[in-house]
């Protein structure tokens, strides 16, 4: 099949790569010229695992290429993916001008023709945007002879394992009720779901909301944890304990029930603000979801606490603290709402110096703090220790799960902060470390 993506980010580049090594023909379209250059020359602007091979295999084979001209991407697709950014807008709603931006660019081309599309869209919106987008469609083509069929298709990868996710998914959620995108939605997923069936035809409001419901729910078990990390910290219990007696219940389950700084990302804040919003334009108090918010906006601040807790201000300012992981989690290099990078514009001003590393989000964390003068990135994990008086760790990189104890030794405080709770407190308490987890 002959498919084209617009916006070729995280997403877009995932869901073409894939539907390309898939054995249909895709061309992705964004609007960055400079990311499009470099995918040609097989150069990917992020990293994620496996995609780069992925991304070669496929310009080899000829099944992908990388455009910047609408023309070039609509005239060629039978089939179009909508992959766009939907980010938070200053009153905390999902923008929608990326999207209403692509409505209009495919449909001036499509008006002087006559074509019949469907358009999936994987952008994260809320109810009712695919209905409005169908009029928007409707009401541009009115006088042509194309016709456009909007289809509601959320995207539910992992950064860090999303070709992993596109390839094997959990499920696959398609909002229509026309026959005709079921069926092509099923030929198109067919040879990732042919072992179990995970593909779900729903409304189209349904599929919108069955998306932004799986992340604030996992939103709220990540606040929820957290809450009941600090009432570990005040009885002097330990929440890796709490958190695997309780996960034991397969009612719950052990997954998303790890207390740390957080939840960041580019998804997770944005998508609970934005169903919030969704609520209050329905007259619908949310209680639940405010509190879910609330309780991760204070997280950094309680962990930096513990810093506050060790260390007069006075003697903060001599101190040099060696910060493990800026990526906002493991095994992407993605820093958007990345508490590393709160903590340390938080805090930053308040130490002499930081040392930073990380394993793959160097490039981008060094953009972003910019701003901050007495920063350091180290080679690696063990370089980022020398010099510094305690350690903090806000990534859960595997690297950083069981750090050679000789090489902890050049902490000057023996200080360990640990964000994230990966590490062996008993062990490290028995070779006289100070150790502070979040609950343990
Ligand atoms: P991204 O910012 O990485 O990529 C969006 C791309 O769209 C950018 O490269 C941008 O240049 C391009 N773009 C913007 N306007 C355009 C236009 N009019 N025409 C063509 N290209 C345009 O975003 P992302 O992380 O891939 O997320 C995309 C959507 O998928 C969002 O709604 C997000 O919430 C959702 N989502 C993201 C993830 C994730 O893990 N990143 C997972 C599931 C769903």
Known sequence: MKISIIGTGYVGLVTGTCLADLGNNVICLDINEQIIEDLTKGK???????????????????????????????????????????????QGSADLSFIQDAVIKISDYLKDKDRHLTIFLKSTVPSGTCSSLQDKFDELLENSQSKVVVASNPEFLKEGSAVADFMKPDRII?????INVSELAKRLYRPVNWKSNRLKIVSIEAAELIKYSANAFLATKI????????????VGADISEVRKGVGLDPRIGNHFLYSGL???????PKDVKALIK???????????????????????????????????????????LCVWGLSFKPETDDIRESLSLKLINSISGEVKHINAYDPVAMTRAK?????????????????????ADALVITTEWREFWNPDLESLE???????????????????EENKFSYFGIGR
């Open 44 to 90: 990917i602007p992020f990293y994620e695992p496996g995609l780069e091979d992925l991304i070669k295999t496929n310009l080899d084979r000829g099944n992908i290429s990388f455009t910047s001209s609408y023309e070039d991407a609509i005239s060629f697709a039978e089939t179009i993916f909508i992959c766009v950014g939907t980010p938070e807008d200053d």
């Open 262 to 268: 957080g939840f960041g990302g580019s998804c997770f």
């Open 410 to 428: 050049v902490l000057k405080d023996k200080i360990i902060f640990d964000g994230r709770n990966i590490l062996d407190k008993k062990l490290l």
């Open 174 to 178: 398609v909002g229509t009720d026309d």
């Open 278 to 320: 969704t609520f209050t334009k329905n007259n619908i108090d949310t209680k639940i979801l405010k509190a879910v918010l609330d309780v991760n906006d204070n997280q950094i601040d309680y962990f930096i606490n513990k810093i506050h807790s060790v260390y007069t201000p006075k003697e903060l300012k001599q101190k040099t």
């Open 223 to 234: 606040s929820f944890i957290n809450e009941i990390a600090k009432l570990c910290d005040a």
């Open 367 to 387: 953009d972003s703090l910019s701003n901050i003068d007495n920063i350091t990135f180290s080679r690696d994990s063990t370089e980022a220790l020398q010099g």
